[in-house]
């Protein structure tokens, strides 16, 4: 999952501690001028999607919508694409998002899609009281504690495991359109398999070797029964690292192209809601600034949003904001709410200085023959050649605070002279090495200098063949030392369990609006993901669209029996 950035199937609760001394002060608005991602450099959405960038004067917005979803990653377009098939027909949704389209962490990441694995066990069952929220014991009998406890720790691994497969559904449902246009937008450069994660102490191979003995005990064989531990001699010649890399641990994983998976999300969520007669609509560049129940006398509309604008009123809003969340929801500031936390990473492309660093003739470029460079098909495995993705896995470190994977090769084609460009590595992580681990900092126009120098000596060390290693990494990226595409920083969610805040947004005594029951009316949020957005998220939204739905209908909202109750905004 993306332990950090980028998802590694561990986790790391403990080092979260920096949360409990954030300050109470709201996270501002995103930086209007941020640093460029190689995710948000190498794709724009089709005009096609009919996203809309207002010239901010009147009457460019409605002035009413049903649901308003604040934000366009991964948690706002996947609530578009459940409400699009769930809520009423006839109703109209629309996205507002503060600036360009899935420009926010989704835009940001590491790439990994990577559900959780029996690797995390122990960091899951860390914190029992958190797990065994909204869950009665019946007595104070430890050992059925535990098992109650170990009960919700397989929701979260349910959960994760379902995101992951429904998102892979949706990626193979929109690769099989014959469309031209969706034929070339479809393409999310998925790269299916596994995830290595790689240990560097005897204490890392000790303690993953005791999690997954105790993961086993507790009922989990079936987790336990995925992870492969890598032979020395494999992993010496499938990664040619050196030997600071003792071990490594084989997971189920895949990477992807993040915003582009996000904008085939949402053009399935177009189809969706044309068919039930749904206005769904997304404005760029349209930042909320404010949130107000005073004067409105529409009895179906319950909110006013202010926006440069106008003013857009409706009658439920969903925050998909993640670390940004407390801009609009100021209860949400501080260390029991959602701390904006940033993570850096960069693109590099690596030197294979142990073979021809230039580039080759390929067959000509088509779905099928890069399909075939993907999987390596009829090539050595232990022979790189130019223009070859030389990692077919995601990668992990660190207990998941480094992170890295090499992008499929189609993405750097060059359709003049066929050929096909050594693709980047994308690596991401060193936020422990940053005074204050970048907690409560939620400024992405920037990189932090002592992350960049770490990432670029870490690489060097690890794979001195791959990468720059005299002056361990000080000239990578320099003329002839390897070549940084991209470097940026995005702003992640974190909250003190490591859990989101999913359903019914909680009350501030400043808002208007208050419910009986501790909530706002009308308002919900699925934010604070610490790192696990890409395999939580899709489902989180789901959950949250199905309360909107449920009191739209006026029934009673059942929690699905894969969803952990402590993640439930309304149980802290």
């Known amino acids: 999952m993306i332990r950090e950035h980028g998802q590694a199937g561990c986790h790391h609760r403990s080092t979260t501690t920096g949360t409990q001394e954030s300050d109470c002060s709201p996270s501002p608005l995103p930086s209007e001028s941020p640093t460029s991602s190689y995710w948000t450099s190498t794709f724009e959405p089709p005009p096609s999607l009919g996203i809309v960038r207002p010239l901010h004067q009147i009457g460019e917005i409605p002035n009413k919508a049903d649901v308003v979803i604040i934000g366009s990653g991964v948690t706002g377009v996947s609530a578009a694409y459940h409400l699009s098939r769930r809520f009423p027909s006839g109703s109209s949704v629309a ?49 059925r504690t535990k098992e109650m406890a170990d009960e919700v720790i397989r929701k979260i691994y349910s959960l994760e495991e379902r995101t992951s497969t429904l998102i892979l559904d949706l990626i193979h449902k929109g690769v099989g359109e014959n469309a031209l246009e969706a034929q070339k937008y479809n393409d999310v450069g998925l790269t299916p398999g596994y995830n290595w994660h790689l240990c560097t102490s005897a204490q890392e191979e000790a303690d993953f070797e005791r999690c997954l003995r105790d993961a086993k005990l507790a009922g989990f064989g079936d987790l336990t029964s995925r992870v492969r ?3 020395i001699e494999e992993l010496k010649e499938t990664l040619h690292c050196s030997p600071r890399i003792r071990a490594a641990f084989e997971i189920p994983g895949a990477t992807v192209h993040p915003r582009k998976l996000v904008a085939l999300i949402y053009r399935l969520a177009l189809a969706q809601a044309k068919d039930r007669n749904i206005e769904l609509r997304l404005f760029t560049h349209c930042p909320a600034t404010g949130i107000s129940a005073a004067g409105i006398t529409d009895p179906n509309h319950r909110a006013r949003i202010n926006t440069p604008a106008g003013e857009i009123t409706c009658r439920y809003i969903l925050h998909a904001t993640n670390g940004y969340a407390s801009h609009l929801a100021g209860q949400l500031a501080g260390p029991e709410g959602v701390v904006p936390t940033r993570a850096q990473a960069m693109a590099i492309r690596p030197l294979h200085r142990y ?16 399909t075939s460079l993907k999987d390596g098909a009829g090539c050595d495995s232990s022979l790189y050649l130019e223009g070859m993705p030389r990692w077919q896995m995601g990668m992990s470190a660190n207990t998941g605070f480094e992170y890295l994977h090499q992008r499929p090769c189609g993405e750097y084609h060059d359709m003049e002279s066929d050929l096909i460009r050594t693709p980047p590595v994308i690596f991401g992580g060193g936020r422990e090495m940053a005074p204050g681990k970048e907690w409560n900092v939620a400024d992405d126009s920037v990189v932090n200098p002592l992350i960049s120098r770490f990432l670029l000596q870490w690489l060097a060390e690890k794979f001195p063949l791959d990468f720059e290693q005299e002056g361990k990494g000080e000239n990578l990226g320099a003329e002839g030392q390897g070549q940084i595409v991209d470097a940026w920083t995005g702003i992640m969610g974190f909250t003190k369990s490591k859990d989101p805040l999913v359903g019914p947004l909680p009350v501030d005594v400043a808002i208007d609006g208050k419910g009986q029951d501790g909530t706002v009316v009308g308002q919900y949020v ?5 790192g696990h957005g890409m395999t939580r998220a899709f489902s989180c939204a789901e959950v949250v669209c199905d309360m909107m739905v449920a009191e739209e209908l006026g029934s009673k909202w059942e929690a699905p029996s894969w969803f952990p109750l402590c993640f439930l905004s309304t149980r802290r």
């Not at 503060?98 to 959780?116: M, Q, V, W, Y």
């Not at 699925?526 to 610490?530: I, L, V």
């Open 95 to 143: 996205i507002l998002e503060a600036r360009d389209f899935c420009s926010g962490a989704t835009g940001r990441n590491g790439g990994h899609l990577t559900p959780l694995s029996a690797l995390a066990y122990h960091d899951l069952a860390s914190n029992p009281s958190h797990l065994l929220l909204g869950v009665e014991p019946q007595n104070e009998d430890t050992t």
């Open 229 to 231: 531990r890598v032979g």
């Open 355 to 370: 073979q021809n660093d230039s580039w080759i003739f390929v067959r000509p470029f088509t779905p099928e023959s890069t």
């Open 526 to 530: 699925s934010a604070g993901y610490s």
